[in-house]
């Protein structure tokens, strides 16, 4: 291994980088869970007082029933539209790369621009969408003050935002499915829905899984879009909108820790939170492996 030194020089700032500035942190805010801290006095540990708090914060179970609402309807129609939106791109045969350049744009699209444009489509007062249903003839929509409509607002966003890049994965497992394959099902007899769902589907479910892991650590981690829509200062009493139905967990925890400079218990929010999600991933695995086992 020694007389590998130059090569492990040569990487070695990439780990001291990542060390210094990603790994440290991830274990000093774990620290910090356990102390009370404002950022500039002195540390005052408190055990588990933080997560006890934790348990008692109406604001908290609040975030987290807004992020899994959220999730839910950004999760579901991203995957099923990747999936829709793959498909139909393998069969055509002209302009396909700018198709692909196209649809995988969003995901590169600064998200803080996305979400200056979702907030003025959706706007009450001047927005897109409320123009073409007047001209309809349709109720028009308070988009930005529903509770509910706050969370699709927020669910749209995040899909458009990523259902070309998992397009794209779904399309590159696709094209490595050998075509013998669907010529076998076609003189079988097997039409393009059965095709699918009995080849495409299943040899394609590793790359599901994968999708689904990502999609769940992704949609669970919303905090720039409910910020630019709903105003970024950490001080708003109605972060996350009115009655802050657009207050993610992230969200919430840059409130605790950067507005009230309550650090230790920001750190204990992404903990518990980081848990929430670990066991989150965990169930899609098993759920996916279960339907991939029978």
Known sequence: MLSFWRQYLAISPFYLVFGVFMLWPVFYSLYLAFHRWDGIGEMQFVGLQQFRFLMDDPVFWLSIRNTL????????????GALVLATLLNSVRRFKSFYRIALFLPNVTSIVAIAIFFGAV?????????????????????????PWTIKLVIALLMTWQWTG??????LAGMQAIPGEVYEAARI?????????????IPILRPIILFTVVISTVNGLQSFTEPQVLFGSNA????????????????LYFYQSAF?????????????????LILVLVVVNWRLVQRGRKS
């Open 69 to 80: 609402a959220i999730w839910v309807l950004s999760t579901v129609p991203t995957l099923l």
């Open 122 to 146: 959706f706007s009450n007062n001047f927005g897109l969408v409320n123009a073409i249903l007047h001209m309809a003839g349709l109720p028009e929509v308070q988009w930005m003050s529903n």
């Open 165 to 170: 890049y998992n397009m794209i994965i779904y």
């Open 188 to 200: 079988d007899g097997a039409g393009p829905v059965r095709t699918f769902l009995r080849i495409t």
């Open 235 to 250: 001080a708003n009493a109605n972060l996350g909108g009115p009655g802050q139905a657009g207050l993610t967990t992230l």
């Open 259 to 275: 507005s009230n400079n309550d650090f230790g218990y920001g750190a204990a929010i992404v903990w518990a939170f980081f848990v």
